[in-house]
């Protein structure tokens, strides 16, 4: 369930020889708003999803049996109250692949080339309702405001822990269902996270994908021979490209490979040039060595060249503190006006 999930499921299973499910709920969120948008009860929606996680599409939408066609689902969350505020990013996309991403607005658009790319275009696509709908800097802003939740919500989760199950509500987060599969031999349906290996014919086969699957007491049984649209298949390799070394060098402390992956990433190609990419890398091995004991012996040299840098240094927190006035002064405003 640990983000980068994809890249941790990945070095667990090549490295570590684990038998190893990625998990994520995109998959059964996305899906509720496609229920609500087209009027129907969650039950009521049938659905297959594939791709790799945070970048999976679902490819065939079927409610109380009626396949729903892109057109459909377009004019549903367009006129949506809601979700054609938040979902700017996803309905773009949407229009243009002919799918729906399983991801948040702001979620996919870290993905993505093309909306981030500058301050102005931002505003263009980002709903300031919460921070999942792509505020800059939401996680960090979402994350400061938690630092102490275990202070706060660690007991309450002690002692909630001690009720009996029959008096918790089961969710739809997959790992109890799968245990319980595994247990008993009831089948379970879901979307799981695993090595490829043809499942989906036009993803590379060493890549984490993610989607459906059967478990019962044999294990989890992938269904094979998936296509992805054209389009689907060639935005998730750019990202299984970009997993693929960030796990090699991860595993390995190859800081020349690091620097590669983020080179690769299609948002920091979007913005940031491959001397900034660089120097950017050594700036974030140097700043964070004590937890990258992997790349201890590129420290020094990372050091070294920083002190010769010809690159002018971004002042990365000067910006964050921007960020952080602008979301301020939005939110003033957005209040203002209601």
């Not at 699957?213 to 970009?242: K, Q």
């Not at 004590?290 to 040299?301: G, K, N, S």
Request: glycine fraction near 8%.
């Amino acid at each position: 369930y640990a983000n980068p999930m994809a890249m941790n499921t990945w070095a667990a299973d090549l490295y570590g020889g684990v038998d190893v499910v990625g998990l994520c709920h995109g998959v059964q969120h996305g899906a509720h708003q496609i229920a609500q948008v087209l009027g129907v009860d969650d039950r009521d929606l049938d659905y297959v999803c594939s791709g790799i996680n945070h970048q999976t599409w679902y490819i065939d939408i079927r409610a109380k049996g009626r396949k729903i066609e892109a057109d459909e689902l377009i004019a549903g969350f367009e006129k949506h109250p809601v979700y054609s505020k938040q979902e700017k990013v996803r309905i773009d996309v949407l229009k243009r692949f002919g799918v729906y991403s399983t991801e948040s607005n702001g979620h996919l658009s870290e993905y993505l080339p093309w909306y981030r790319k500058r301050p102005e275009e931002i505003s263009r696509w980002i709903d300031m309702s919460d921070w999942i709908h792509g505020e800059t800097g939401g996680y960090l802003r979402h994350s400061t405001e938690r630092r102490n939740w275990f202070e706060t919500d660690f007991p309450k989760f002690k002692a909630e822990a001690t009720k009996q199950l029959s008096e918790h509500k089961r969710t739809t987060e997959h790992a109890s269902y799968i245990i319980e599969a595994r247990e008993t031999g009831r089948t379970y349906r879901g979307h799981f996270n695993r090595r490829n290996n043809g499942i989906i014919r036009n993803l590379p086969a060493d890549a984490i994908i993610e989607s459906p699957g059967f478990v019962d007491r044999f294990g989890i049984n992938m269904v094979e021979g998936i296509e992805l649209p054209i389009a689907c298949a060639a935005t998730c390799s750019v990202s299984i490209s970009v997993q693929r070394m960030s796990v090699e060098a991860a595993m390995t402390g190859n800081i020349d490979m690091l620097k590669l992956a983020v080179l690769h990433d299609p948002l920091v190609g979007a913005i940031c040039t491959p001397d900034e990419v660089w120097q950017m890398v050594d700036e974030m091995v140097v700043a964070q060595a004590q937890w990258l004991p992997q790349y201890a012996d590129a420290v020094p040299a990372a050091k070294q060249r920083l002190a010769k840098a010809t690159v002018k240094t971004r002042d990365w927190a000067g910006a964050a503190r921007k960020v952080v006035r602008s979301v301020e002064e939005l939110r003033e405003m957005k209040g203002a006006h209601h």
